[in-house]
């Protein structure tokens, strides 16, 4: 099993629905969860850290289910500048500084 | 806004030749990575350094990689004898002081290096 999993995508999905994409990973250990998003050739930049009891920032909701070892995200009425690679990242158990990424799901937003 | 800035953006080199790849992390950063994404892939960490040595370092992080803070505030990144599947986009981030692994990384926009 790959040390964290997304379903590569894409998801297109018209402007102003909801869209919603897991991500599972290995480790149960895993203390620390994030996710990134990423434009097309550009550097990743920090969504939203992802906590125990789920958290939200505007339009943007995660979770983490600790049981099945998954964490979401969901997107509220999206707009045309959501489209990107969204990825999930995990730190790795044992370590201090290193994280692991999934591939990324591709997200497009069309008009 | 601080930022982390990298030069150059691009990078073309013959097989075999020695690249350096300079980073400027954010000036009160303590905390600084090197991570790779070769095209289509995931990102994939290298090296972590801190307090003027290296903290962690993954399997890709051979003897043929090395890195450095020459300065008070360049982090490079050599590679010694490059080999085409070393083409890839390699990422400097950097973060704050705190201890925690929450701290937030902040990435620089990448050199993409070609090896020929």
């Known amino acids: 099993r790959k040390e964290v999993e997304q379903d590569p995508g894409p998801f297109n999905v018209p402007e102003g629905a909801t869209v919603a994409f897991n991500c599972t990973y290995s480790n149960s250990a895993s203390q620390s969860f994030f996710w990134y998003r990423q434009d097309c050739r550009k550097e990743p930049k920090l969504l939203m850290s992802v906590y125990s009891s789920g958290n939200e920032d505007g339009r943007f909701t995660a979770q983490l289910n600790r049981a099945s070892q998954y964490i979401s995200l969901l997107i509220r009425d999206s707009k045309l500048s959501d489209s990107a690679t969204y990825l999930c990242?995990?730190?790795?158990?044992?370590?201090?500084?290193?994280?692991?990424w999934g591939a990324g799901t591709k997200l497009i937003i069309k008009p | 806004e601080p930022e982390v800035t990298q030069t150059p953006s691009h990078q073309v080199t013959q097989m075999g030749q020695e690249v350096i790849l300079r980073c400027v992390p954010i000036?009160?950063?303590?905390?600084f990575y090197w991570y790779r994404q070769i095209l289509g892939q995931k990102v994939e960490f290298l090296v972590s350094f801190y307090n003027n040595e290296i903290s962690e370092k993954s399997e890709i992080f051979d003897d043929q990689f090395s890195v450095e803070r020459p300065d008070g505030s360049n982090f490079t990144l050599k590679i010694r004898s490059t080999k085409l599947e070393d083409s890839a986009m390699y990422f400097c981030a950097s973060r704050g002081a705190g201890t925690s692994g929450d701290n937030e990384q902040f990435f620089g926009p990448g050199t993409r290096l070609t090896v020929l």
């Open positions: 990242v995990v730190n790795k158990v044992g370590s201090n500084y290193q994280l692991i």
């Open positions: 000036s009160n950063h303590l905390y």
